[in-house]
């Protein structure tokens, strides 16, 4: 009875059902999939087939741009699956997103516990889980979301273990993980230089110099193996080539309609494509790149209003796309949901309101941790710089799935700052008796 009474049992039992619910609906509903699938499940196939990163159709006029567009781990993990268009196997995938989850959710106890120790609430975890709908969508669907989201989550678990214990196996830890993040979604490929900077700032010292200098070979080696990669298969030396997909359609875009109007942006970005769709792919992409700057410097104040309005996004933005795309199979950007039922529109849009309010309340909690004096200054470092990592380098495209890979470091922060008001409060409440 004990058992059943306690935090850890109720917080366990409710976040395996609510995983559940999801994984029903996935099954009923059948929508596994977004534009970005496809690219995946190709590169699941090419693997197999002849073990190229190629997540495009191989049979048709080759993309350069698809060689390098997506890291291979999420796409070895499909092969390993067998999953293909067919989808044959999704429901095995799911099974193992739904345990990497749950994975992920444990080892964010453990984060909180080298803060709080054993004796601490469990339930304050799921208050930010039953806003973050996002976390179960994902994981029930054909995207690397849910397994990037458990990498960032190790590479923060292992620095806070060294910083507690100082012992250098976990700066290899958190390196690998670092790495292998990388391999799975290239926007953490800008990180190691946030790291190493961190790293001078607030753990450099005699005893431990050299060998942890040596640990930032690790994902360093593999920004430098991606890069070569890339200009042996596309002539360009980058990491990948999604982020110039980004820039120019959308964080240009909404530069561009911010400064003049949508018409005029769209205009503008397609006569652009159209101009250099038929040059050689390195100066394409040379072409792409210039236009882009030249957007981003003739327009600042655009560009940092975008950036802005895409921070806010990341930390406050409602998941309407994540739960219509997962529960309709599409998302209509122009025209909300519509239902027969009063109660349910009232209840869908009211539980979107709830989501944002919370997220800005878990923002809050974040810049609470961040500023605790009683918290080492070298660990609330490390936190904030990948929070703001992703925060920033997300840019205007930034919305609540964008949130997902470091939302787990978010609800333990959160954990740690609600549990330690509530002591607070009681013992304020003690004395004044």
């Known amino acids: 009875m004990k058992m059943i009474k306690s935090s850890k049992f109720w917080f366990w039992s409710i976040l395996i059902l609510m995983h559940l619910a999801f994984f029903g609906v996935a099954l009923h509903q059948k929508n596994f999939t977004t534009k970005d699938s496809s690219e995946y499940i190709w590169q699941a196939q090419n693997l197999s087939a002849n073990g190229s990163w190629y997540c495009g159709d191989l049979s048709q006029e080759i993309n350069p741009a698809l060689y390098n567009q997506r890291p291979p781990v999420y796409g070895a993990f499909l092969s390993l699956l067998h999953i293909d268009a067919g989808l044959g196997n999704v429901f095995v995938l799911l099974l193992l997103q739904i345990g990497i989850s ?12 080298l803060f709080l120790g054993e004796e601490w609430n469990r339930m304050w975890l799921l208050i930010p889980l039953l806003f973050f709908p996002s976390q179960f969508v994902y994981c029930n669907m054909v995207m690397s979301e849910i397994l990037l989201q458990l990498f960032v ?64 070979v690790i994902p360093f080696s593999t ?9 042996a298969h596309t ?24 400064a003049f109007n949508e018409e005029e942006a ?92 919370m997220g800005l309340i878990v923002l809050i909690a974040f810049v609470k941790f961040i500023f605790s004096r009683h918290i080492s200054y070298s660990l609330r470092g490390c936190v904030a710089s990948i929070i703001i990592y ?32 509530v002591i607070k409060r009681k013992a304020a409440a003690t004395y004044s008796e």
């Open 235 to 258: 002539g360009i030396w980058e990491f990948s080539s999604i982020q110039r997909k980004l820039m120019i359609n959308y964080n240009s875009y909404a530069i561009l309609k911010d």
């Open 153 to 216: 989550l190790l590479a923060i678990y292992f620095i806070a273990r060294l910083i507690k214990y100082s012992q250098m196996k976990d700066l290899w830890w958190s390196q690998w993980s670092v790495a292998i993040a990388m391999a799975i979604k290239p926007v953490m490929w800008l990180f190691p230089m946030v790291a190493v900077v961190s790293f001078l700032i607030h753990f450099f010292n005699k005893k431990v110099k050299l060998i942890a200098l040596i640990t930032f």
């Open 102 to 113: 749950l994975l992920t959710t444990f080892i964010a106890v453990q984060f909180v516990k």
């Open 266 to 357: 769209t205009k503008t970005i397609s006569e652009f494509q159209s101009s250099v769709a038929n040059l050689p792919y390195p100066e394409k992409c040379k072409q792409i790149d210039a236009f882009n700057r030249e957007v981003l410097f003739n327009h600042p104040k655009s560009a940092i209003k975008q950036e802005l309005t895409g921070i806010f996004n990341f930390f406050a933005g409602h998941p309407r796309w994540d739960v219509e795309k997962f529960y309709l199979g599409e998302v209509n950007v122009g025209k909300p949901y519509q239902s027969e039922s009063r109660l349910a529109m009232f209840s869908y849009y009211a539980y979107l309101i709830a989501c944002s309010i």
């Open 390 to 421: 992703f925060a920033i380098v997300t840019g205007p495209s930034a919305s609540t799935r964008f949130r997902l890979p470091v939302f787990p470091v978010l609800m333990a922060t959160f954990c740690i700052v609600a549990n330690e008001y």
């Open 223 to 231: 920004i430098a193996f991606f890069f070569n990669y890339s200009h």
